[in-house]
């Protein structure tokens, strides 16, 4: 029997997702763009997970959308409108109210940068690497490409990368602010699990409104998403006694004490 095209692994709290179609860089196909819009779905009533990665088999992380699909002849092509459809999965992605933590083992290129840029946060293996192709192919982004990369490293250096389509490195992303960590390929898995460990510490429905109050403001203007935090923070605490802050403050205060010591 075929492996699946995703594998999804929980353990923890924690679901793995591995794009596995590593004979074709785990690019989109079909198959694999509705695994994961199933997967993220089937996610979202599952209590027991409050946390995802989502990391590629073999030596890449995501070569974007199927091209060979997507040039074959016929009515279906893989997609009746491959870019507007697939975009679904990028929702999918950001839609989740776990946060998403991306393990990037190798090359994520176009289609499968913004896979990439739809996680919360990105740790590196020092072999991922980032390209973005679509200036080459002769087509423009929409799966929020170029709204999202020039807020994480700058203008200046999203159109260096875009309009060239040249390859950053691990170390660059890294001090671009666009990867978290860069650790050897070895430790990728197990960095990405930790900070997801660290995340389930935190009292689950503060981190995940969290989650949520961070992505609804982002795109404000600062007075205006200043208004919003304060409206969200009152109503969230409308639900959070005195009992509850005591019952937290000495773990709080313990750990607090465990990662300044030394």
């Known amino acids: 029997m075929a492996e699946p095209v995703l594998q999804v692994e929980k353990s923890e709290g924690i679901a793995t997702l591995t794009l596995n179609r590593p004979e074709a860089r785990n690019a989109l196909n079909r198959a694999l763009r509705d695994a994961i819009r199933e997967a993220f779905a089937a ?38 409108r491959p870019r507007e459809t697939a975009h679904d999965v990028v929702q999918a992605i950001e839609g989740c109210d776990r946060p998403v933590i991306g393990a990037i083992n190798g090359v994520a290129i176009t289609g499968g940068f913004e896979l990439a840029l739809a996680c919360d946060v990105l740790i590196g293996s ?89 992505d609804e403001t982002f795109g404000m203007p600062a007075a205006e998403a200043r208004r919003h935090e304060v409206r969200v923070s009152a109503e969230h605490m409308r639900s959070v006694t005195p009992a509850d802050v005591a019952s937290r403050r000495l773990g709080v205060v313990a750990r607090g004490r465990e990662q300044t010591r030394g």
Not at 47 to 67: M, Q, R, S, W, Y
Not at 126 to 149: M, N, Q, Y
């Open 126 to 214: 020092s072999e991922a690497r980032f390209a973005d192709t679509h200036a080459r192919v002769g087509i423009l982004p929409g799966w929020g490409l170029s709204v999202k990369l020039p807020r994480l490293i700058g203008v200046n250096r999203a159109k260096a990368v875009s309009l060239s389509g040249n390859f950053v490195s691990a170390a660059e992303a890294e001090r671009w602010g666009l990867l978290l960590r860069v650790v050897p390929p070895a430790e990728l898995l197990p960095a990405c699990r930790a900070l997801a460990r660290d995340m389930l510490s935190c009292e689950p429905r503060a981190m995940r409104g969290y989650k949520r109050l961070i």
């Open 43 to 80: 996610l979202a009533g599952d209590d027991a997970v409050g946390a995802v990665i989502l990391t590629g088999a073999g030596p890449a992380f995501c070569a974007g959308l199927d091209l060979k699909e997507l040039s074959q002849a016929g009515p279906d092509r893989g997609s009746d």
